[in-house]
């Protein structure tokens, strides 16, 4: 199975340049791997796109299955639940062959088994000590918009909806995450560097607990081909807001 991975796509549909240089881009990937599968690990849209998601995915990958996760763009300015349940209530995987895991959990094609979700981020990527969460870097932080937002309590539900769409034994199990599940997946982390934007990174620890084979994010746009973790064969695509766009076949 042939499966591209793609991440934060950040598509501005103002911005017609941009997309059409980005789905030029797309079209040439199509053309060159013909994918059994695309996955898109969030970041794809902004929270005010104006465009049904899944009707957009659908006709720029050409009916070709994706999986996608949210991302923390796509939550700005709303409330977490709003935005859960408009990508829960415009879901219609018979007309479009479009499935976020953030609404079903998982998503499985033969016996490779899809699961994840955004993720976000509970404290423990922290270089600061002592650093809030809350606080949000100061205020530069970009998910100080998202309404009433609790990173660490909307992190732990993120996780129990991993652990529960686990793998069977003979599935190939892919975790597929907008935030990094492990530290070595960060790409910005250095030792004894203090940043303040690496506690909004990922959780540092999810590989120790997750049953799969491999582990695909995006969110810290710096790239990172098959690391392993725990077991675990990490893929971080990083790819960024402006080309060079990056991406990664990943052929089980
Ligand atoms: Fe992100």
Not at 28 to 40: E, F, M, T, W
Not at 170 to 175: P, R, V
């Amino acid at each position: 199975m042939k499966i591209l991975c793609l991440s934060d796509l950040h598509r501005v549909i103002a911005d017609v340049l941009a997309l059409k240089e980005q789905n030029h881009w797309i079209a040439s990937l199509l053309s060159k791997y013909s994918p059994d599968a695309v996955l898109i690990t969030g970041d794809i849209f902004e929270s005010d796109l104006g465009v049904n998601p899944y009707e957009e995915l659908h006709k720029l990958f050409r009916g070709i299955p994706v999986i996608c996760t949210l991302g923390n763009h796509e939550f700005v300015y709303m409330t977490v639940d709003s935005v859960l349940k408009n990508y829960k209530d415009q879901y219609k995987p018979e007309k479009y062959n479009v499935h976020y895991l953030d609404i079903i959990g998982h998503y499985d094609i033969d016996t490779v088994r899809f699961f994840g979700n955004v993720l976000w981020y509970d404290g423990t990527m922290r270089t600061i000590q002592n650093q809030v969460l809350a606080d949000f870097a100061d205020g530069r932080w970009l998910d100080r918009t998202i309404v009433d937002f609790n990173p660490a309590k909307e992190c732990g539900k993120c996780i129990e909806q991993i652990l529960k769409n686990q793998p069977e034994d003979w599935q190939t199990g892919i975790l597929c995450t907008h935030c990094v599940p492990a530290v070595e997946m960060n790409g910005h982390f250095r030792e004894g560097l203090r940043q303040p934007f690496d506690a909004f990174s990922g959780v540092t620890w999810l590989l120790k607990k997750v049953k799969c084979d491999y582990a695909i994010s995006g969110h810290t746009h710096r790239r990172i081909i098959g690391k392993m973790i725990d077991g675990v064969k990490c893929i971080n695509v990083g790819n960024d807001y402006c080309p060079p766009f990056q991406h990664y076949l990943l052929e089980i």
